[in-house]
């Protein structure tokens, strides 16, 4: 590697005091570093992702993603497909996404350097939204998809269907539909299955489900998921909103569809140690 670009989050390192450190670091190796600062404002409505990452220099050889899991689900949505690998460096609190905390960093980047590092893909969703009124459209996520209830504070009906056949129906506040990656999310907040990144599945997870009978569901990589918005109680109209990896958000109302499927598209992550998933699940869960 040679060509680095430090895209650092404003909110999380408001004086870039963390990305120069990088920068300056970098150089003094005989490295180039490009600094992008972002502000972090990605809360959109009906338009796709700011694009900034989308107009790279071509020479770029890693992504080093300075902020919290949003920054780097931000920058894998603004990325994907261009194959170029990320690193995370954890400034937020939890951090699922990212490796590499603030004091680690002179080590991590000298192995960087060094080429002592192993990539890993992960499997990211593309969500097809088909409207009433005909138009379509789509995007995609590395953590999750999540369609809720917009509007009035009642439960809603969501119809389920798997490779074109009728699932099931669920009364809930909402429908989270995650990869491996995301399963650390939003799903294990709604009480879904932990699962390792590796792994290859998409895991479907009702929110806040009125029946103690609908629980999630894992289902094949290959699978297709469809999620039906139909009337409600006394054939009235439902709205609701889907949203991918909390950045991009697309209104829906009854008759309204969306169609999950695994993505030709994948995100790369730079991997420098050796600690296994359980070791990292241990520690965020059990040791703060």
Aim: net charge negative.
């Amino acid at each position: 590697m040679k060509h680095f670009l430090v895209y650092t989050n404003l909110h999380k390192d408001p004086d870039m005091e963390t990305a120069r450190y990088i920068s300056d670091y970098l150089t003094k190796n005989a490295q180039k570093a490009t600094i992008l600062a972002d502000s972090g404002d990605w809360k959109e409505s009906d338009t796709e992702a700011s694009g900034r990452l989308k107009e790279l220099p071509t020479d770029v050889d890693c992504l080093l993603v300075l902020g919290g899991d949003g920054t780097v689900l931000q920058a894998a949505r603004e990325t994907c497909g261009l194959g170029i690998p990320m690193l995370g460096v954890n400034l937020g609190t939890v951090g699922y996404l990212t490796q590499v905390e603030p004091a680690q960093l002179p080590a991590a980047l000298d192995r960087l350097i060094a080429g002592e590092y192993t990539q890993e893909k992960r499997m990211m969703l593309s969500g097809f939204v088909s409207l009433h009124d005909g138009s379509r459209k789509e995007s995609w996520s590395l953590n999750d998809i999540v369609i809720t209830r917009r509007g009035i504070l009642q439960v809603m009906q969501f119809h389920i269907y798997v490779n074109g056949k009728f699932l099931n129906t669920y009364n809930a506040d909402g429908v989270i539909v995650t990869t491996p990656t995301g399963s650390t999310g939003y799903n294990l907040s709604a009480g879904g299955p932990i699962v390792s990144p590796r792994a290859r599945m998409i895991i479907l997870t009702p929110i806040c489900p009125h029946s103690l009978n609908q629980r999630s569901i894992i289902f094949s990589a290959e699978d297709i998921i469809e999620i039906e918005i139909p009337k409600g109680r006394e054939g009235r109209v439902q709205t609701a909103e889907v949203n991918f990896d909390g950045t991009h958000t697309i209104e829906l109302v009854t008759g309204d569809r969306i169609r999950v499927a695994q993505s030709e598209k994948s995100t790369e992550f730079i991997q420098l140690n050796d600690v296994s998933f359980l070791e990292v699940l241990h520690k965020k869960l059990y040791e703060g």
